[in-house]
């Protein structure tokens, strides 16, 4: 096998009724199939289009899609279930979507990735609210640091309040590249 090329049984040009049919099988307006391949609504028309085709990379990832449709629904971000919505990012990749009602103290999560090291509560896939506080605490700095004080006085922050110093903090630690998107 050294030296030798590596093939794969995926079709490298779709012919417009192809990219059609594809995108009606997974349900998707040309705008929502536009948004899942990154490329303009005008790219989607152009291959649908009379004559048109798509080539390369587009070809490849919606030959695994028509036999994967299931992965669109796995990519595809839910509706807000609770007021609060946290996106625990690592880098620029989305891994989990958190959803909580403090209020009622519920928790509803959506992983993007099976490698827990990656998922915010690992392996649990319905954390508690306690779980969902001590997660945000781990997102911060320990409530015994020496001089915490002074780091609240910098943050402007009156008290420990594990989401008040993720909301300045984003949740970022030195030692990782995980960070917390909030939206209200």
């Given at each position: 096998?050294?030296?030798?090329?590596?093939?794969?049984?995926?079709?490298?040009?779709?012919?417009?009724?192809?990219?059609?049919?594809?995108?009606?099988?997974?349900?998707?307006?040309?705008?929502?199939?536009?948004?899942?391949?990154?490329?303009?609504?005008?790219?989607?028309?152009?291959?649908?289009?009379?004559?048109?085709?798509?080539?390369?990379?587009?070809?490849?990832?919606?030959?695994?899609?028509?036999?994967?449709?299931?992965?669109?629904?796995?990519?595809?971000?839910?509706?807000?279930?609770?007021?609060?919505?946290?996106?625990?990012?690592?880098?620029?990749?989305?891994?989990?979507?958190?959803?909580?009602?403090?209020?009622?103290?519920?928790?509803?999560?959506?992983?993007?990735?099976?490698?827990?090291?990656?998922?915010?509560?690992?392996?649990?896939g319905q954390p508690s609210y306690k779980e969902y506080e001590e997660f945000l605490e781990?997102?911060?700095?320990?409530?015994?640091?020496?001089?915490?004080?002074?780091?609240?006085?910098?943050?402007?922050?009156?008290?420990?309040n594990p989401f008040l110093i993720v909301q300045k903090t984003e949740g970022r630690m030195?030692?990782?590249?995980?960070?917390?998107?909030?939206?209200?």
């Open positions: 096998m050294d030296g030798e090329r590596m093939e794969f049984a995926l079709q490298k040009t779709l012919s417009a009724a192809e990219v059609k049919r594809i995108r009606k099988k997974l349900k998707l307006k040309q705008k929502e199939l536009a948004e899942l391949m990154n490329v303009s609504v005008k790219t989607v028309a152009h291959w649908e289009g009379n004559g048109g085709s798509a080539k390369g990379t587009a070809a490849v990832m919606l030959d695994i899609l028509r036999e994967r449709s299931w992965l669109v629904e796995e990519m595809t971000i839910p509706e807000r279930a609770f007021p609060l919505r946290i996106s625990y990012m690592y880098e620029e990749r989305l891994c989990t979507i958190i959803d909580v009602d403090d209020r009622e103290q519920r928790v509803k999560i959506k992983n993007f990735t099976t490698d827990p090291v990656f998922c915010a509560f690992g392996r649990n781990s997102r911060c700095f320990p409530r015994s640091r020496d001089k915490m004080k002074i780091i609240l006085n910098e943050l402007n922050l009156p008290f420990y030195a030692e990782d590249n995980f960070w917390l998107k909030i939206e209200r």
